[in-house]
């Protein structure tokens, strides 16, 4: 306990600095969704990076991984991992699909 | 890591946690993984017909990503409040804490209700979980959309219901109590949500029972274990917000 204690207490001003991150990396994927930047699949791309961006931010600082043991934190990169997997596999597979003119 | 066992007084009885932590919060973190993969199976099946339908719905408006921006500044916010009201658990700051931990629940009530009133705009509009008016040929855009953001307002849900139980014990019950009588007599009986607030009445109800069955102090441990729940509600919607409301945006 006396380890995780001493390495957050100073870190009140960085949990502002995330949350503000956060909300500046949101305002980005509106305005990016708003204006119409990209085509749709490229739109996809660009939210899903900033999107793990984003929870990269949440679990690391918010949920104080980045300060847990390395045993702990390989055991949860499986569900990551395993969801990137997915993602790499159902995506191109949907996208395949709509070039296949299956309606 | 070994000071859990000193903590116990019964040092060298037992070997340090693999994890280099305490079991509940192990438990929690396990719990975690398995919901990550629920709601990636959920997230999946919406975003894969999502990219494979031609025609998909794009129902949002202005007014829709409005609300739903403000929903998502509610929940990050909250992860704030969570993690400032963790701080002052490690402080042992017992009021502190439970001021922080209201405010977590206040954002996370605020989108539950914002989130509610979204459901019922679409409902009025005439989507189903089976139909929807504005893409006839493409039926399950309702199905997918309501068991995914359905599935998360639960969470939400069960999670403004934990922080309650943490903050305020058995005081938190005849406010549940309240909040659900209110809810349920004020919402008309034409709107879902007439009977969604019925979970509310099984929260108070499985909360009544864990509270008197078996009642104790939640200390610094139980508060982080509790934010931990509420950043992995948070993280959800961070993905639920990109993918169903921005990828579906009408732009006029």
């Known amino acids: 306990m006396h380890n995780v204690a001493t390495t957050h207490d100073e870190g009140k001003g960085q949990y502002f600095w995330v949350w503000g991150a956060l909300l500046i990396l949101t305002a980005v994927e509106v305005m990016l969704a708003y204006r119409q930047v990209f085509q749709p699949l490229r739109m996809l791309e660009v939210l899903m990076v900033l999107s793990v961006i984003k929870s990269a931010l949440i679990i690391g600082y918010f949920m104080h991984l980045k300060y847990e043991n390395p045993a702990m934190k390989w055991v949860l990169m499986i569900a990551v991992v395993t969801c990137l997997c997915l993602m790499f596999i159902f995506f191109p597979d949907a996208f395949r699909i709509v070039h296949l003119g299956v309606r | ?252």
């Open chain 2, 1 to 252: 890591m070994s000071d859990v066992a000193v903590q116990h007084g019964i040092a060298g009885a037992y070997e340090p946690s693999l994890f280099g932590t305490y079991s509940k919060k192990i438990g929690m973190w396990l719990f975690l993984l398995s919901d990550t993969l629920t709601f990636g199976a959920l997230l999946f099946a919406y975003s894969y017909g999502r990219i494979s339908t031609p025609g998909w719905p794009t129902p949002f408006g202005k007014e829709s990503i409005t609300n739903a921006t403000i929903m998502t500044a509610c929940l990050l916010s909250s992860s704030l409040t969570m993690v400032l009201g963790v701080l002052a658990a490690r402080r042992g700051d017992r009021s502190w804490t439970r001021n922080w931990i209201l405010a977590t629940m206040f954002f996370g009530a605020a989108f539950i209700v914002l989130h509610g009133m979204e459901w019922t705009n679409l409902i009025h509009e005439g989507m189903t979980p089976f139909t929807n008016p504005w893409a006839p040929n493409v039926p399950q855009f309702g199905g997918t959309f309501f068991t995914l953001t359905g599935m998360h307002m639960l969470h939400v849900t069960i999670g403004v219901i934990y922080l309650g139980v943490i903050a305020l014990r058995k005081k938190f019950l005849p406010i549940l109590l309240g909040i659900w009588l209110i809810a349920w007599l004020t919402i008309p009986s034409n709107n879902v949500f007439h009977y969604g607030v019925h979970t509310l009445l099984v929260g108070c109800i499985v909360a009544a029972a864990i509270l008197f069955l078996k009642p104790k102090d939640y200390d610094s441990h139980d508060v982080e274990v509790a934010g931990l729940y509420w950043h992995f509600v948070d993280l959800v919607w961070m993905f639920i917000f990109p993918l169903v409301y921005l990828m579906s945006t009408k732009v006029v």
